[in-house]
């Protein structure tokens, strides 16, 4: 099957902008999810191939390899490799839990599908990671310890003590399930002498009492990249609670949270950041110093006549964009600080200059004030 040009999968220009891929990604991600289609295979045909035509196109060197040599570049040995390994999934997973939320409802726990009676998938565990803004945007490797189970070692995960091996259920012959009638039906339901596992331990291990796992303080290294936002959450395939008996590991998700900044604002890639000026500088100009969130400076100029809510962008120095080049800008909005507990000599200063006044030197009140005149003059000719 020849595979059709990634451009005209996501149905974008050869110049679409790194947005405009992700808005069609997004789009054509979510109408073919799995999830929205079960059982379609087509669906899952078309949503593999937008997923491969996104993971090559977002990335940049990819792309460029792409645009030069089309799928050859990623045929074996071509440039740039396979890549669409590890850490896409996860990406994926990322992204589609930002997406679909909770709503899709959490995998694992309880049994694996079709796993053999007794062996029970591990839970997947949680764990919050608060990180500051900082290190949002620069990225960090966190060092997590998280309390889980895994599998004893004195007995391997069977529960029977050393020497001796769990028996096959008599009861249910190592099914798990027994079938009993009642009335003209004939219902199953969960073994009650081996509570669904399968086997019986008649001397179980001492070290885990026969659970066949045992609590332990895990330590694990994780990887934030730069550029995550609040409520993302990061999916450590097995790296939960070990299964019992056996059986596969859960998953542990970690919960990003970010915590709130003294001073920036953060709307998606773009930072925010309120700074007072005083009432001469917004009037004469001057320049400001103003924060950067990778912890340097840099100088703004106001000029003449700037008044309250005033923005100024800065380009580039917002937010890096999760797995990208990108980079979002920072916005600086000046409110103008009024003088308070003023000397004799400045409020005679003040004075001098309001009686030299006019309303050139205050359009908007000149303005605003005479319209509120017509206003009444108009009312008190209607009345
Ligand atoms: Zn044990
Ligand atoms: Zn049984």
Do not use: W
């Not at 589609?96 to 079709?114: C, I, K, L, S, T």
């Not at 620069?138 to 050393?162: F, H, L, V």
């Amino acid at each position: 099957m020849s595979k059709r040009d990634y451009y005209e999968v996501l149905g974008v220009a050869k110049t679409a902008s790194e947005s405009e891929l992700k808005v069609a990604f997004r789009k054509l991600a979510m109408v073919h999810h799995p999830d929205r289609n079960p059982g379609d295979k087509e669906a899952e045909i078309k949503f593999k191939e937008v997923n491969e035509a996104y993971q090559c196109l977002s990335d940049g060197e990819k792309r460029a390899a792409y645009d030069r040599f089309g799928h050859a570049a990623f045929s074996q040995g071509g440039a740039g490799g396979p890549g669409f390994g590890n850490e896409f999934g996860d990406f994926m997973s990322d992204i589609f839990e930002n997406f679909f939320g909770d709503g899709r409802g959490a995998p694992g726990g309880g049994r694996g599908r079709g796993g053999a009676p007794g062996r029970e998938r591990g839970a997947d565990l949680r764990y919050n990671l608060e990180i500051s803004l900082e290190e949002a945007f620069s990225g960090k490797t966190e060092t997590i310890r998280i309390p889980t189970s895994i599998a004893c070692e004195a007995c391997s995960g069977t529960g029977a003590k050393a020497g001796s091996k769990p028996r096959t259920c008599s009861t249910c012959g190592g099914y798990g399930r027994v079938r009993a009638a009642q009335g003209f039906f004939a219902i199953e339901r969960t073994c009650p002498n081996c509570h669904g596992r399968g086997e019986v331990v008649d001397d179980p291990c001492t070290a885990c009492s026969g659970a066949g796992r045992v609590n332990r303080e895990r330590t694990l290294s994780i990887n934030v990249p730069a550029g995550v936002d609040d409520g993302l959450r990061i999916r450590l395939a097995g790296e939960g609670e070990s299964g019992l008996r056996g059986g596969p590991s859960g998953d542990l998700y970690v919960f990003l949270s970010i915590k709130p900044h003294p001073f920036f604002q953060r709307d998606g890639a773009d930072l925010f950041c309120r700074v007072p000026i005083s009432m001469v500088t917004a009037a004469l100009s001057g320049e400001i110093t103003v924060p950067v969130i990778d912890g340097s400076q840099t100088q703004v100029r106001i000029p003449a006549g700037t008044q309250t809510a005033k923005q100024f962008r800065i380009k580039g120095k917002g937010m890096p964009v999760l797995r990208s080049r990108e980079v979002g800008d920072l916005y600086i909005q000046v409110s103008v600080e009024t003088p308070q507990n003023l000397t004799k000599r400045q409020r005679e200063l003040l004075q001098e200059f309001d009686q030299s006044a006019s309303d050139e030197n205050h359009p908007e009140s000149a303005g605003f004030f005479s319209k509120v005149r017509d206003f009444f003059v108009s009312g008190a000719t209607r009345a």
